[in-house]
């Protein structure tokens, strides 16, 4: 049998089968209770509406769904306003999904684009590199982890095609201010579109959050991606969407497959755009879990970067890793960030409230026998 040719691009991002999974904690550690606290879900789940329109369209599986997305871009419109038609948006199968539409319409080998770490940069590469593009890194600034609109302006050339901005930041939680994009938004030349990776900007209440609709909307070259998986408790359904001006968006769509979406995902989205009031009990109810975290962190002198998402970055003195395998051991899976260079950094998701004691007790019990 011949052996598969070879790709450079691609052979770093070799397939993996499993990440760990609570049933693997459960097997490996013994322990009766698994606490999934490491992807961001939201424990409170979908909208019973969206149960109810997957229990309707699951005995119709046999037939192809509509060919087109255009009720779903027509429902997310509904939710967003703005004067935004379907012709500003596109939907893939997760914001993932998105980023990876984007990439195929944009990047070509010998293109450049420019990501600003610690952030979600496992996706962004694997979008873009096996396309052949290079990655330029220009770091966020240390210890607050601010975006540098300056240096980004700086590192464009003429091979650079894509600025990828997640906001707010994976897995620093932390903001880019409208200021900063405004001024990134100024500088940006015509041969450049900004990516703007907002699928937790449901939880953000910070008043400088940029409002990245009116690029969109005064035709500028920007995409911004959403998702169903966060606030909406979709993550199983992969489930995403980009907005652009409709000369992008139409662009970007035209790679799309034959019935690209499915007929549950089609379902669930539309089914979740029209229950709003189930998406801001999860926004207030995961918002008041992170700030009840962020009470037991200052209590136990732990350092953390203020969220603007479902999750908290956080650091001690013990290494991440050391203190991520007794986590382990007690049944709960979070995220160590030091694949991110931050050999002391991990990141929570925010669960239920008694998720929340149960970890906030096992930390304590952890640090205060690792104490001097």
Request: proline content about 8%; hydrophobic content about 40%.
């Amino acid at each position: 049998m011949s052996k598969a040719p070879r790709n450079p691009h691609i052979e770093p991002f070799m397939r993996i089968d499993r990440r760990i999974s609570p049933e693997d904690v459960r097997q490996r550690q013994g322990v009766d209770k698994v606490y999934p606290m490491a992807n961001n879900e939201n424990p409170l789940g979908p909208s019973p509406r969206v149960i109810e329109a997957i229990n309707t369209a699951a005995p119709t599986l046999s037939y192809y769904p509509e060919y087109s997305d255009i009720a779903l871009r027509q429902a997310i419109c509904g939710v967003l306003g703005r004067g935004l038609s379907p012709e500003h948006l596109f939907t893939g199968c997760s914001g993932f999904e998105s980023l990876e539409l984007i990439a195929r319409a944009f990047l070509s080998p010998g293109d450049e684009v420019i990501l600003s770490p610690p952030t979600f940069s496992g996706a962004y590469r694997k979008v873009a590199e096996p396309l052949g593009a290079k990655v330029i890194e220009v770091p966020l600034a240390p210890a607050t982890f601010a975006y540098r609109p300056d240096a980004v302006l700086s590192a464009i050339n003429e091979s650079t095609k894509l600025i990828v901005l997640c906001n707010p930041n994976n897995p620093t939680g932390t903001i880019t201010s409208a200021e900063a994009m405004d001024e990134l938004m100024r500088g940006l030349p015509e041969h450049v579109v900004v990516v703007a990776d907002e699928v937790y900007h449901h939880f953000v209440e910070a008043p400088d959050f940029p409002d990245s609709i009116q690029y969109v909307l005064a035709e500028k070259n920007i995409v911004i991606v959403h998702s169903f998986s966060k606030a909406y408790g979709l993550a199983g359904m992969r489930l995403g969407y980009g907005i652009a001006k409709p000369e992008i968006a139409n662009y970007i769509a035209g790679l799309h497959r034959g019935f690209h979406q499915n007929k549950l995902a089609l379902a669930a989205g539309i089914a979740a755009c029209q229950d709003q009031a189930h998406l801001r009990r999860c926004v207030d109810f995961l918002r008041g879990e992170v700030a009840w975290l962020c009470h037991q962190f200052d209590r136990l002198d732990v350092k953390y970067w203020k969220p603007a998402t479902n999750f908290i970055m956080f650091e001690t003195r013990m290494p991440a890793e050391d203190l991520n395998q007794q986590l382990l051991e007690r049944g709960f899976l979070l995220r160590t960030q030091t694949r991110n260079n931050m050999p002391f950094g991990i990141r929570v998701s925010a669960g239920t409230r008694e998720t929340n004691q149960a970890f906030i007790s096992a930390l304590e019990e952890i640090l205060s026998a690792a104490a001097p």
